[in-house]
Every structure is written in C-alpha cells, then in structure tokens.
C-alpha cells in the first residue's frame, strides 16, 4: 500500500510530465558529502578561470538546507532541447543547440512556478524555491543523486534513456518525499568525449578544466579571447555542443515539442556570411528573447572575429 509520501511523488511526477518536463526524481535535502571536496579542489586548482561567482556561496553549494530553510527534499527535473533541425550551412559558424529558441530560463521557470503551484492547491502548505541554473545549486549532483542519470566523462549528465541534451532543473522543498536513488555509471570504456574536445578542455575523465572549455571563452569570458586559442574553436561562436554530439547515448535523444524553445524563423539557414555581416538590428531580431544575448551584440561580433584568425 503507498504511503502518503509516495502518494505525493507519484501526483508531482505525473504533472511534471504533463508540464512538458521528461524526468522527475527526488532526492533527500542534506550535505554534498563526496561534492564537497571535488567543488573545492577544481577552484582552488583555478578551473574555474575567470568565473568569480564560482568561489561565491560555497557553503550554500553544497547544502540547500541554507538556500531553503527548513529544507527536506530536492526535486530534479529534466527539460528536454534537443532540436528537429540544427543549422544548415556546414560552413557556418556554429551556436549550441540550447540557444536556438527562447532563453530556456524564462521558459523552464514559468513551469517551475506552475509546478509549485500545483503542489501547493493539492497538497496543502508547501514552502520553497525554484531554480533553474541560476542560483548557487549543484544541478547536476542533485539530478544524478535523485537517479535521472549519472555524470559522464565530459561532465554532463547523461540520461540512459534519452542521452543529455537537457536542462536541468531544481524545487527545493520543505516537502518530505521518498528518495529514488542513484543509477550506475554507463560510460564504460569510452573516450569520445575526451578525444573529440576541440581544447583539450577535458583533461582527465570527469575533470573538466573550465577556463579551457570553448563555451568559456564564447560566453563566460569578458575580456579578450587569448590568441594561442586561435583556430582551436572548430567553428563554434556561441558554446560548443562537441562533447555532447560524439556521445554514444545521444543516439537516443529524440526532437523536444517545446514550441518556445523553436528557432526564430531564418536562423539556422544563417550563411557564412550572414554571420559575419551580423548587424546589431539582425542581432536583436533573432535574440531578442534568446540566451545568446548574454554575450551580447558586441561579445559575438568578438568571438565571430576571432574564428577568422
């Protein structure tokens, strides 16, 4: 016979998958233990590079009972991006499939809050936060903690069943609910990921120097791109998709039926020059409501000038 905590999950799984999310799991609200001392050597190694906000809320990282107080259970979601078409022209520079439609913060929060909501009318006073890569929360750890996938050689999560062309989501929750539990590692022998990197940024398996990663330099970084980066991009002027197009799971992955996450009409039959000739009018026209606006009109120009070197 369910528990009533089983209840629960089985209700909130149900209208994540009606919300358009894919996977649901649950995971108990509690200290990072085997993250902590990974987060803490990777920054003080430096791979962050210049992401700063990185070393920012360490603590807060690692234990969302301090995001959340009172905290009992984080809930893991997976949004599917990958897209029908990808870009035309071969030639062309390249941007991540994530980026084709809406800014997938705005598109994945709405259905958090809608989500909480639902939570709230039919289970009755649940408080909380919701996040979707934006606030100091270990995404990854928690969705593999709660069973949705393990964390592959490139870093990502990598779902069995579908691959990892997902964004992923947290409800951190004073709801106590069962935990589901983590899955084995799948990436056996395999070193696509690590063999495929354009920089090299994967450097062992499961250690990704960040400052190295092309999806650093495209977006993070402000400031001048280094030159002894030259000719290392394969054609990549906004993130880099490499390390998760070599992946065998991705075989799997199937288009999502997110009308916002869509591309806007015109972008992915974009031509050489079409890029090259951007134009700030062009720019906003296209990104207007899209990720790519984080690097801004100017940070692209950049980084499409510095493909041509």
């Not at 009992?72 to 599917?80: G, P, R």
């Not at 106590?176 to 395999?190: M, T, V, W």
Request: contains cysteine; charged residues 30%; hydrophobic residues 35%.
């Amino acid at each position: 016979m369910d528990t009533q905590q089983e209840r629960y999950a089985r209700m909130i799984r149900q209208e994540s998958l009606r919300l358009g999310f894919q996977h649901c799991g649950f995971s108990k609200a509690e200290f990072l233990e085997e993250e902590a001392p990974r987060l803490e050597a990777w920054l003080k190694a430096g791979k962050h590079g210049k992401m700063h906000y990185m070393e920012n809320y360490f603590d807060k990282r690692l234990d969302p009972r301090l995001l959340v107080p009172g905290a009992k259970s984080v809930i893991s979601l997976l949004f599917n991006y990958y897209p029908e078409q990808k870009q035309q022209d071969e030639e062309a520079p390249k941007i991540s499939r994530y980026a084709y439609g809406q800014d997938y913060h705005f598109v994945i929060k709405h259905k958090l809050k809608d989500l909480v909501r639902y939570i709230q009318e039919e289970i009755g006073e649940v408080d909380g936060r919701v996040f979707v890569d934006s606030a100091p929360v270990l995404d990854r750890a928690w969705a593999k903690k709660s069973g949705l996938g393990w964390i592959g050689k490139n870093s990502n999560l990598i779902s069995p069943r579908e691959g990892s062309f997902y964004f992923i989501a947290e409800l951190i929750l004073d709801l106590e609910l069962p935990e589901d539990g983590p899955i084995r590692d799948y990436c056996g022998s395999c070193t696509a990921c690590i063999d495929a990197c354009p920089t090299g940024a994967i450097e062992e398996p499961y250690h990704v120097n960040g400052s190295k990663c092309i999806s650093y330099f495209t977006i993070e970084l402000k400031e001048a791109i280094p030159e002894a980066m030259a000719g290392q991009f394969d054609n990549w002027a906004f993130g880099c998709d490499v390390c998760q197009e070599v992946c065998p799971w991705n075989r799997f992955s199937k288009p999502h039926q997110e009308p916002l996450l869509k591309p806007a009409s015109g972008l992915l039959e974009m031509s050489t020059s079409d890029w090259h000739d951007l134009t700030e009018e062009v720019f906003r026209e296209f990104f207007r409501k899209s990720a790519v606006k984080r690097t801004g009109f100017k940070g692209l120009k950049r980084n499409l000038a510095f493909l041509k070197k």
